[in-house]
Every structure is written in structure tokens, then in C-alpha cells.
């Protein structure tokens, strides 16, 4: 069992439709990671976020420390958010980053 | 543009060939990484540099070679590869490793685009 389990794997949305992704770890953490890959392959860092809540755009992080668990919105989906989402979690002794399987978006319009 | 860059892009090789994929930074960052993602799993760490010494080797078989000069660039050298050593491969950089509490923003990584290799 991997130490990072996004859920779902793959999600079809429509155009407008608000979108959550979900990401439970099982170790300490000292942050956790929320990326972006695109087809072709180049990730870029959405989120970084040890505690509470942080928005940019129609993107929204939550993390529940207590339950291990964090949470990726989107809010009005976009085609162009179709894309690979990543769940990754920073360990307490550095920046070694563990991560998850990723979950596969896509908005049609 | 993420201010990290991966040459080739993409690279067909045989089992006999040696090829290097090389990475450069220009975000003054002193850690860098090679990652390994294969399909339908997670990306894998498969090393890391701390100003320029090499910090941690995830059990990667010997026909990976790391090398870096300098903080800026990093190369991954390739040497009779096999059929499932095909993958992207991902190189990342960070201000710095380990970041003290307080000042997590130093581990953010920073991805290249990938080199997409195949090997026949």
C-alpha cells in the first residue's frame, strides 16, 4: 500500500462542474504538495501547504492535519485544467517528497 | 517555463548505446533531482544533490550514472539500458534541501519538462 493514496484515479467532468480530488497519506508530514502534469509531461507546483487552506484562482487546498487527509477544488472546471493532478507529502527529516499515483482530469466542454 | 531545462526532449536508444540527459537551472537553487516516472505509477525519486554532492541514491542500478559540476546542471548518464528502464525522466531543483521549519518554501521543487525515453 502505497503511502499516498489519491482517490479517484480518473475524472470526467463537464465545463462549469466543481471538482474535488482527494489525497490521504499515512506518515508524519512536515507539508504536503499539491502538482500539476500536463501532457507532455512538465509538473509544475500548484500547492504547498502544512496547515488550513490556501486559494489561488479557482483553486482551492485544504489539509486536516489531524486526519491525514487533504483535499485539491476546482471551482468552474475549464477544459484547460485536463490535466494529471499529484498528491505528494514532504517527511519530517527534509525535502524528500513521496508521492502519489495522480489523478487523471478531464473537462469536456 | 519553470526555469528548469531537459534536453532532449526525447531519446530512442538501444541496449548498447551510452547517452547522457542533462538538466539546467537558471533559478540560482542549490538542490536538484532526477526522478523516474513510468506509466501508471508514481513518480520515484531516483537522486538528489546538495551543492553539488550527491545526498542520496534510491537504489538505482548502476547504469545510471549522476553527475554534477555545479550547482546549475546536473547530467544522467545512461549505459545499457533495458526495455523497462523506459520512462520520463524528470529533473527538478529546489533552494534548498532539508529547509528548516518556517521556511518550507525552500523545498518547493521546481520540474523540468521531462526527457521521454525509449529504449528498444
Known amino acids: 500500500k502505497n503511502e499516498v493514496e489519491q482517490s479517484p484515479q480518473n475524472l470526467t467532468a463537464q465545463e462549469g462542474e466543481f471538482i474535488t480530488i482527494n489525497c490521504s497519506y499515512s506518515v508524519g508530514i512536515s507539508a504536503l504538495h499539491w502538482l500539476q502534469q500536463h501532457p507532455g509531461g512538465g509538473i509544475v507546483s500548484l500547492f504547498m501547504l502544512s496547515s488550513g487552506k490556501k486559494k489561488h484562482g479557482r483553486l482551492i487546498a485544504t489539509i486536516n492535519i489531524q486526519e491525514k487527509h487533504s483535499s485539491l477544488h476546482i471551482t468552474a472546471s475549464h477544459p484547460r485544467d485536463s490535466a494529471v493532478y499529484i498528491c505528494?507529502?514532504?517527511?519530517?527529516?527534509?525535502?524528500?517528497?513521496?508521492f502519489g499515483e495522480g489523478t487523471q482530469l478531464t473537462v469536456n466542454p | 517555463e519553470t526555469g528548469v531545462t531537459q534536453t532532449p526532449r526525447h531519446l530512442v536508444m538501444g541496449m548498447t548505446n551510452k547517452k547522457s540527459l542533462k538538466c539546467e537551472q537558471h533559478?540560482?537553487?542549490?538542490?536538484m533531482y532526477w526522478y523516474k516516472q513510468s506509466a501508471k505509477k508514481p513518480l520515484e525519486l531516483m537522486f538528489v544533490y546538495n551543492f553539488k554532492e550527491q545526498t542520496e541514491n534510491n537504489s538505482v542500478p548502476s547504469r545510471f550514472s549522476p553527475e554534477c559540476p555545479n550547482s546549475s546542471h546536473l547530467f544522467l548518464h545512461l549505459h545499457t539500458l533495458q526495455p523497462e528502464d523506459s520512462a520520463l525522466y524528470l529533473c527538478?531543483?529546489?533552494?534548498?534541501?532539508?529547509?528548516?521549519?518556517?521556511?518550507?518554501?525552500?523545498?518547493?521543487?521546481?520540474f523540468g519538462a521531462g526527457t521521454r525515453l525509449s529504449v528498444l
Open positions: 527538478a531543483s529546489s533552494q534548498e534541501l532539508g529547509g528548516r521549519a518556517g521556511e518550507v518554501a525552500k523545498n518547493i521543487q521546481y
Open positions: 505528494a507529502v514532504e517527511g519530517t527529516s527534509g525535502s524528500r517528497l513521496t
Open positions: 533559478l540560482g537553487h542549490n538542490a
